[in-house]
């Protein structure tokens, strides 16, 4: 199966963010320390909190509208349990200045689905570590079924552009300003770890 025009365009507009995101936000030695886990896990709580009221509406009416194969799911509740796990009240949802188009929203939603496949990552490397996973059930919400997922999500993408419901550079646009609100989110408190 060759990769789908969309999505590569989106890597490459997006593909420095999620270097700077990975090494940067050094998220994965935060998520690792139990003194900076709770406030860690809280700031992806914001980061999904911030992103499903302005992104989930017009994505779903889209999937609807072309009869595609992807629901947006909701992923704060699970990362509130998480936290309850860890004994942390959910932060305020931080106000976003979100998408303006269906495509837009697309991109959003991409940097949400997408970070799901980094957290299936992280979960296995943290158990190698001998780290134990309290609060972290979020980063796999979706187990065997994520490859699918995904794959509904990247045909969506291709089929909305295809039924000219969307705009590759909307699409693009949106998935630079999600990586962005991914930044402001979830880089405070990466100097609270050592290097
Ligand atoms: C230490 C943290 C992270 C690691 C180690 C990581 C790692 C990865 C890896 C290995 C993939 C490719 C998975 C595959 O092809 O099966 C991936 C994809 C992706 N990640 Fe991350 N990630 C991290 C954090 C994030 C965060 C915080 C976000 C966004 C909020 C994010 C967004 C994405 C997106 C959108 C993709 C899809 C890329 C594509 O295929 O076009 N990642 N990540």
């Known amino acids: 199966m060759s990769a ?40 992806f709580y914001r980061f999904h909190a911030g992103v499903e009221p302005v992104s989930h509406d017009l994505t779903a009416r889209l999937n609807t509208e072309i009869g ?13 349990q998480d936290l309850a796990a860890l004994g942390v009240a959910p932060p305020a949802a931080a106000s976003v200045d979100g998408p303006a188009s269906p495509g837009e929203a697309l991109g959003w939603v991409y940097v949400a689905e997408g970070s799901m496949l980094g957290g ?52 693009v646009k949106g998935g630079v300003e999600g990586f962005a609100f991914a930044h402001r989110m979830l880089r405070s408190g990466a100097q609270e770890v050592a290097a």
Do not use: M
């Not at 194969?69 to 509130?80: Q, T, V």
């Open 4 to 43: 789908s025009p969309i999505l590569l365009a989106l890597r490459e507009a997006t593909a420095a963010a999620h270097e700077t995101l990975e090494t940067e936000a050094r998220i994965e030695a935060r998520l690792a320390s139990p003194e900076t886990r709770p406030a860690t896990v809280a700031a």
């Open 68 to 80: 595609g194969g992807f629901e947006p799911r909701s992923r704060a509740g699970g990362i509130a």
């Open 120 to 171: 299936r990552i992280i979960r296995k490397r943290l158990t190698a570590e001998g780290r134990g996973l309290e609060g972290l059930n979020f980063l796999d919400p979706y187990g065997e079924e994520t490859g699918a997922r995904w794959r509904a999500f990247i045909t969506l993408l291709d089929r909305a552009c295809a039924a000219g419901r969307a705009e590759v550079d909307q699409i």
